[in-house]
């Protein structure tokens, strides 16, 4: 008897046997359909994976599938491929992995339906009136014609046409015409004529051409403002011309409107954008525009490399080395890796571009699994920007300002340029402080310090959203002596405000950027030039175009110098290149300004010679040196609950079943409190696998998950594995 084997939505890490439903056979049924089924108490939606002859299960105890709610595979064979890889790469359950193709609407068991607009075609009867027929009506006459020519033709056309919905009526009375769902006709895309190219950006468009065909993986290094988005443009218009769709990765959804504006001024193409700001219903036509391959484009944040397309041409990660790629809860993926994986699934291309790459991607590049292309000079003439380190050792501050920022500050503005702030720590200051006792602001839920937002008049904590109301006076001692201590954007943006009374100040932080348009509607006003400063939070360096930036000041360098990662100078390195990469874009030169008390820290002076690939090669063989990624691989298994010891006494216990199933180079160690132990209420504890192989890395993984399913369940323990964690808290 034929059995489906399906993925249900649940954390358990297997498949699901059922029968078909009743007075259905299986020759009905195609991997990708989508079923409702008894799950428990539940009916929930379940993803058809494949049919097999029989199953483990007693025939007995198998349930019928209660209905089939798609009529053919609404996910493509290839796509199923990726999410049977992923599963088994990240040893995540099936059944959050298929469903993460998905729009909300359709795991919800909602009716699949195609992006149509509501139309008329002819019956029978109508097909057989000659043209010219109703000539007594002459609209009805002209409504008919329309329809003779067009054979089905939606309500807009009719509007167009000066027909009401009354004439068509007309004709359905008469049994000539009748209502239907009309799917729009996919226009042809069209690219206006691109930039000149430089001989650098020129030379890696011909090599990407000659390699169009099939998979393959580039990354293309180019210093900011180089002019790699004009190369993904002219590859783009290629993919179309060839009849193929683009898929486009963003690391932000800040980053869309002006990424969607520059594609629509290029293309006149239909472009679907996939991203969380968008409403259920507008994700659901996106998604569906993707599918069904009406749109030509689809430019997305990590989520869409899991969205369906009907022709892929090519896949494009732009800003590749940006954290935001990679899920930090749940099913914890690589948006990244998984495009990469998705090329050579689809035999199409994959580009991956950043100023600053990841050392994943350069090893990759530099052991030639990806073909490595560089853009050293940037496009139109303009020049990089100077760096120079500000010692503030002993110099008086104001307000976390220096003498020297603020005499550039006043020199950039009154040439009538901009100049661009960088202070990675939104709020009015990290810690609130009692004067007379010691007392600290700490979080109750975590390890860590309440963040004062006194325009808020509140103290919230970063890392678990607790909040509560700014005090007056200390708990402890009653002293009314309570001292903001350190500088965050809200901070600096008052003193700004009181500095320059003449010039605007525009905080740029997730605090003031919430409202939907916001950030656009302010890098359009940025955009007209107005002498002004920005101040902000790492939401500005993630590849806004900011032509009239002439100044860019790193607030606090030192914050980023020092870091318990091993990732630490690899993010600091391209987070400052990033930041610097804000200045002088156009005609003007820049100047980027770091203030520190550290100035002959070796990360800082590798910075300040403006050459990030010389650093992270040097990075690369310190990473090789110490066994770490890339040369070597690291898995997170992490517990958390209400008790500190449940959750590292569960490690212990997998750490003893486990250790003699592995084999030689897979080292574990720990268990260990997270870095940050306690968090909204719950103790983290962590289980650290480090291996010299990614054939080792996996087979440790499939061996940590399956003895952790084998230990007892301890009541409020949760535990999940991150492989490549990028994440070490």
């Not at 571009?353 to 530099?366: C, M």
């Not at 990473?623 to 209400?642: S, V």
Request: proline share 6%.
């Amino acid at each position: 008897m034929p059995v489906l084997r399906l993925a249900i939505p649940t954390p358990l890490r297997t498949l699901f046997d059922y029968l078909p439903p009743a007075g259905h056979s299986d020759e009905e049924l195609l991997p990708g359909m989508r079923l409702r089924v008894p799950f428990g108490r539940r009916e929930v939606t379940a993803y058809l994976i494949e049919t097999v002859e029989s199953s483990d299960v007693d025939p007995s105890a198998l349930k019928n599938a209660i209905e089939i709610l798609d009529s053919e595979p609404l996910l493509p064979p290839i796509l199923l491929k990726l999410c049977d890889w992923a599963v088994n790469y990240y040893q995540h359950p099936p059944g959050e992995v298929y469903q993460a193709t998905f729009p909300k609407a359709l795991r919800a068991g909602k009716t699949h339906r195609c992006n149509s607009e509501p139309g008329w075609t002819l019956t029978t009867r109508g097909k057989g009136l000659p043209k010219g027929a109703l000539a007594r009506s002459p609209k009805q006459s002209k409504a008919l014609g329309l329809i003779q020519e067009h054979s089905q033709l939606c309500n807009s056309h009719f509007r167009d046409a000066g027909i009401s919905t009354s004439i068509l009526k007309a004709l359905e009375e008469k049994g000539l015409a009748e209502h239907i769902e009309v799917i729009a006709a996919q226009k042809e895309p069209r690219a206006n004529p691109g930039l000149k190219l430089n001989d650098e950006q020129a030379l890696s468009l011909q090599l990407l051409l000659a390699q169009r065909e099939g998979f393959s993986c580039h990354l293309l290094e180019g210093v900011t403002g180089s002019g790699k988005t004009e190369v993904y443009l002219q590859l783009i218009a290629d993919c179309l011309e060839r009849g193929l769709q683009a898929l486009v990765l963003i690391p932000e959804i800040g980053l869309t409107p002006q990424t969607l504006a520059r594609f629509r001024d290029r293309f006149d193409a239909e472009i679907a954008v996939l991203h969380s700001g968008l409403s259920d219903g507008q994700r659901y036509t996106a998604w569906e525009a993707a599918r069904s391959g009406t749109a030509h484009i689809v430019i997305g944040t990590r989520s869409a490399v899991f969205a369906a397309l009907a022709r892929p041409g090519l896949i494009v990660v732009d800003e590749e080395h940006d954290q935001s790629y990679k899920q930090q809860d749940g099913f914890r993926y690589s948006a990244r890796d998984v495009a990469v994986k998705r090329g050579q699934l689809e035999n199409c291309p994959v580009l991956l571009g950043s100023a600053t790459p990841s050392l994943e991607s350069l090893h990759n590049a530099l052991q030639g699994r990806y073909v490595h292309h560089r853009l050293q000079q940037r496009a139109g003439g303009s020049q990089l920007p100077k760096l120079e380190a500000v010692d503030i050792r002993k110099a008086p501050l104001q307000s976390g300002f220096s003498q020297a920022l603020l005499n550039a500050l006043d020199t950039t503005l009154a040439n009538g340029q901009q100049a661009l702030l960088f202070l990675n720590r939104r709020g009015y200051a990290p810690t609130l402080q009692c004067h007379d006792c010691g007392w600290v602001a700490d979080c109750s839920e975590c390890d860590a310090r309440l963040t004062l937002h006194r325009r808020q008049r509140r103290m919230r904590c970063h890392h678990c959203g607790a909040s509560k109301p700014l005090i007056n006076c200390c708990p402890e001692c009653r002293s009314e002596q309570l001292l903001s201590i350190g500088l965050g954007t809200e901070r600096a943006d008052e003193f700004l405000q009181g500095r320059f009374p003449h010039h605007p100040v525009y905080r740029v932080d997730s605090d003031s950027m919430q409202g939907k348009g916001t950030m656009q509607a302010l890098v359009s006003q940025i955009n007209q030039g107005e002498p002004c400063i920005l101040l902000g939070t790492q939401m500005l360096t993630k590849g806004h175009h900011f032509p009239a930036v002439t100044l860019v000041g790193i607030v606090d360098m030192d914050g980023l110098l020092f870091s318990t990662d091993f990732r630490g100078e690899e993010r600091s390195a391209q987070l400052i290149t990033q930041v610097a990469g804000r200045a002088g874009r156009a005609e003007t030169a820049g100047t980027v300004m770091l203030q520190t008390h550290h100035p002959d820290h070796p990360g800082l002076q590798a910075i300040l010679c403006q050459d990030y690939h010389q650093q992270a090669c040097a990075m690369l063989k310190a990473r090789e040196l110490a066994g770490q990624p890339p040369l070597g691989q690291l898995l997170i298994l992490r517990t958390d609950c209400q008790d500190a010891s449940c959750g590292e006494q569960f490690l212990r216990d997998l750490r003893n079943n486990s250790q003699s199933q592995l084999p030689a180079g897979v080292a574990l160690i720990g268990p260990l409190p997270a870095p940050m132990q306690r968090r909204a209420g719950r103790f983290r504890s962590q289980l650290l696998v480090h291996t010299t192989q990614r054939r080792l890395s996996h087979l440790a993984a499939r061996t940590l998950v399956a003895q952790a399913q084998r230990l007892p369940a301890r009541k409020g323990l949760n535990w999940s594995l991150d492989v490549d964690p990028q994440d070490m808290f």
